[in-house]
């Protein structure tokens, strides 16, 4: 069984996500923690802690927080791979009266 992620982790570079996009130049000192946690748990050569780093160095350089095929490090693979819900396939609600 795969190492979960630490809680700290994810919520760091989850909000260093969304820090970012919010223009906040404090997001990459969050990616940057978030990803020594990584790095202290799973190790340097593993691909989460890898892509934390590289998030954490674009977002000090001023790129952007998405990059093409980047793994998500905020979530494990199988909250990543799940699709959206298409719009309008979630519970109807009848009308209220």
């Known amino acids: 069984m795969a190492p979960t992620l630490p809680f700290a982790s994810r919520y760091l570079l989850l ?3 969304a820090v970012h996009a919010l223009g906040d ?3 990459a000192a ?6 020594l946690i990584l790095d202290a748990r799973l190790g340097t050569s593993h ?3 890898q892509d934390a ?3 954490a160095e674009r977002l000090q350089e001023g790129g952007s927080c ?3 095929g980047e793994r998500s490090v ?3 693979a199988h909250e990543t791979d799940v699709a959206a819900p298409a ?10 009266r």
Do not use: D, V, Y
């Open 15 to 17: 909000k260093a996500r």
């Open 47 to 49: 691909p989460k802690t």
């Open 74 to 76: 905020a979530a494990p």
């Open 30 to 35: 969050l990616a940057r923690r978030g990803a």
């Open 66 to 68: 998405h990059e093409h």
């Open 53 to 55: 780093f590289a998030l």
């Open 87 to 96: 719009p309008g396939s979630g519970p109807s609600r009848a009308p209220e």
């Open 25 to 27: 130049p404090a997001a």
